[in-house]
T-cell receptor, first 109, second 113 residues
Framework: GQNIDQPTEMTATEGAIVQINCTYQ??????LFWYQQHAGEAPTFLSY??LDGLEEKGRFSSFLSRSKGYSYLLLKELQMKDSASYLC??????????WGAGTKLIIKP | EADIYQTPRYLVIGTGKKITLECSQT?????MYWYQQDPGMELHLIHY???????EKGDLSSESTVSRIRTEHFPLTLESARPSHTSQYLC????????????FGNGTRLTVT
């Protein structure tokens, strides 16, 4: 079966750096997405990786290793508004999106 | 600024009722999706469409139907609501390419009593 694993919950301090990991086992691979979802709201797109390496977008970066079936989202200079769930999703060989359950990130002052 | 709209935002309805959740997008996207999401859980695909007159079933398609008569409109109908249908329903759209991200509506939170 297809599976995406993310930690259920993480806690970090305002101003610090946090890394949210995602491992996947899917039927083929055609890209990996990270989305942010605040409580009670819809997911919003953060990043997309299809090739190995690091993609940087301001305070957020996303890394992919296809050989290891692994990605991480790196959040720098954490702000209270970064408290949210972070969803990892992989596009499989049929271009279907497989979603992880998300990592709830709690930011403390 | 929302380019994809869902109505109603909240709905409380009795068991056995037929309901339609509305979704419209103004971006001209060909692909549209309906997802169900319970708190703290992953998104489950209910139905999707690759364009007008195209509809496909996802993992949770039973007891619901969709239609795609116009590019911008993708309504979801539950023929007979049950308490197990209580959940958040998210509509999304994307451009044609596999690398295109999904744009989500604000969701409909459905409670079936």
């Amino acid at each position: 079966g297809q599976n995406i694993d993310q930690p259920t919950e993480m806690t970090a301090t305002e101003g610090a750096i946090v890394q949210i990991n995602c491992t996947y086992q899917t039927s083929g691979f055609n890209g990996l997405f990270w989305y942010q979802q605040h409580a009670g709201e819809a997911p919003t797109f953060l990043s997309y990786n299809v090739l190995d390496g690091l993609e940087e977008k301001g305070r957020f970066s996303s890394f992919l290793s296809r050989s290891k079936g692994y990605s991480y989202l790196l959040l720098k200079e954490l702000q209270m508004k970064d408290s949210a769930s972070y969803l990892c999703a992989v596009t499989d060989s049929n271009y279907q999106l497989i979603w992880g359950a998300g990592t709830k990130l709690i930011i403390k002052p | 600024e929302a380019d994809i709209y869902q109505t109603p935002r909240y709905l409380v309805i009795g068991t056995g009722k037929k309901i339609t959740l509305e979704c419209s997008q103004t971006m001209g996207h060909d692909k549209m999706y309906w997802y169900q999401q319970d708190p703290g859980m992953e998104l489950h695909l209910i139905h999707y469409s690759y364009g007008v007159n195209s509809t496909e079933k996802g993992d949770l398609s039973s007891e619901s139907t969709v239609s795609r008569i116009r590019t911008e409109h993708f309504p979801l109908t539950l023929e007979s609501a049950r308490p197990s249908h209580t959940s958040q329903y998210l509509c999304a759209s994307s451009e044609g390419e596999g690398s295109s991200p999904l744009h989500f509506g604000n969701g409909t939170r459905l409670t079936v009593t």
